[in-house]
């Protein structure tokens, strides 16, 4: 490939989301710092992604512990250590070849971590059974989706494979559906009613889909990245039903489903509401549920591992996401037993127990609190709107700019919200997200809240200033 024009034509053409350029200036300003430059600022904060860990919270001691002992064995012999994380990790050691995290598992995951991933779902589902034959681990839930499209795309032109895609939505996927040459057609979420998936916008989508692309599958985040909704039961349902009656494949992100707080608001993932419909859709649409240990209160980024469901689908399909999964090999192993953990953590009467399940009701507590926090500081900005949120962990304000802020991001080549972006991180050190949405006039910042209070009290303070400034001075222009 001595050229540009040897690469694959397919990824010459993926859109790179603006979020991969500011996080590459954020890490040439830190490296700056790091080389004693001057800047008004002394540490660049990031809270664009998910990563909470990146942000300053804490890792849950459980998980680090075990993690600990099964990549050092002899730890199982330390006393120091409560004896329910050396007999946790005995057995999940036992479950690896040789008894080593260094093996090789199936590519689908250790079976032990199949079952255990079986079980929460039956749990969570109030008894709806899952069985682990139907359960994929992987590098995290985007590898996974990664798999289901490369399954369910096919065809050029008017045959090629369309996903209705929310907007906004993750700023990974466009680029994902471009890489699998999926086309993405876009449904709005309604922002005036807090997010909501209006029956309505859906059929409008695939109608103007049509003679472009043929749409198979519908993707859903709940509770909604970036945007914090949470579907009700009755949205779900209709969005079960719409699925049926069109034959979509429902590709289902539920990876913050430990992050709900909105005041009677409640997670309800959508196998169990399509297996309380009736067998006339249990057992007839095709879904595929996703969660990861990456995102939410574990925030384990780094360690990559999450999980599939298949539900519905044929085993001879099944057969070829294993292949898929393959070609990866398997997730990391220190992955596969912390999502163990995740789904199977300390029970009563355990002598982690009560450690572990304060650490995560501190977690949740600091996320919904800086949640209320956030809104009411942002909704208090001339110039910013936002909706309440009721879960995840990001907040998503709609920023109203200067009509001379607009023209000079176009003049740059930029978004109005990513130029915004780009000022607040050169002039206050604050990574923020932006350009989410695949249409004009709409701009929006993502701020993760999963952070510590502190930091976000310290970047909401740096984002007040910016943001009167950067009104004053564009408004000077006019």
């Known amino acids: 490939m001595y050229s540009l024009r040897e690469v694959n034509p397919m990824l010459r053409g993926i859109r790179v989301s603006p979020q991969w350029a500011l996080q590459r200036r954020s890490e040439q300003i830190t490296a700056l710092l790091q080389q004693g430059e001057q800047k008004p600022f002394k540490e660049v904060i990031d809270i664009s992604s998910g990563d909470s860990h990146r942000t300053g919270i804490k890792p849950i001691s459980f998980v680090r512990q ?76 985007q590898t996974a989706l990664k798999v289901m499209l490369k399954l369910l795309v096919r065809g050029k032109g008017v045959s090629q494979t369309g996903v209705l895609t929310p907007q906004p939505c993750p700023h990974t996927l466009p680029m994902l559906l471009e890489e699998v040459g999926a086309v993405l057609v876009p449904y709005q979420l309604s922002e005036e009613q807090g997010w909501a998936l209006e029956p309505g916008e859906l059929h409008r989508a695939l109608t103007a889909s049509r003679g472009h692309c043929r749409p198979r599958a519908l993707y859903i985040s709940n509770p909604g990245i970036p945007t914090g909704h949470v579907q009700s039961r009755k949205s779900i349902e209709w969005v079960i039903q719409f699925a049926a009656e ?18 009677g608001m409640e997670f309800m993932s959508y196998k169990r509401v399509l297996f309380e419909m009736g067998q006339q859709y249990s057992e007839m649409v095709e879904l595929a549920s996703f969660h990861s240990i990456s995102n939410g209160i574990m925030g384990e980024c780094g360690l990559r591992a999450g999980y599939m469901e298949l539900v519905n689908v044929d085993p001879a399909v099944m057969v070829f996401a294993k292949t898929l999964l393959c070609t990866d090999i398997n997730a990391p192993v220190i992955g596969q037993i912390a999502l163990e953990i995740m789904v199977n953590p300390p029970r009563p009467g355990d002598p982690s127990h009560s450690k572990y399940t304060q650490e995560i009701l501190t977690n949740r507590i600091t996320l919904a609190q800086n949640a209320q926090r956030a809104w009411e500081f942002l909704i208090g900005l001339p110039g910013v709107s936002c909706q309440p949120v009721t879960g995840g962990i990001f907040i998503y304000p709609r920023l109203s700019l200067p009509p001379e802020a607009v023209e000079q991001a176009r003049s740059d080549g930029l978004e109005a919200d990513v130029l915004y972006s780009q000022s607040l991180l050169d002039k206050e050190g604050v990574c923020v997200g932006a350009g989410c949405e695949q249409r004009e006039d709409k701009y929006h910042i993502r701020l993760c809240v999963l952070t510590p209070s502190a930091t976000l009290e310290k970047v909401l303070a740096c984002l007040g200033s910016f943001h009167l400034h950067f009104l004053d001075q564009f408004s000077q222009h006019a």
């Open 66 to 141: 075990v993690l600990s002992v099964c990549l050092y064995p002899e730890l199982l012999h330390d006393d120091t250590l409560p004896v329910d994380v050396r007999q946790r990790a005995q057995r999940l050691l036992g479950e690896c070849d040789g008894g080593s995290v260094g093996s090789y598992t199936d590519s689908c995951g250790l079976p032990h971590v199949q079952r255990s991933v079986a079980e929460f779902i039956t749990g969570r589902d109030g008894g709806v059974p899952s069985y682990p034959h139907n359960i994929f681990i992987s590098a995290g839930s």
């Open 246 to 263: 069109e034959r979509l494949f429902l590709l289902v992100n539920e990876v913050y489903q430990d992050c709900v707080y909105g005041e």
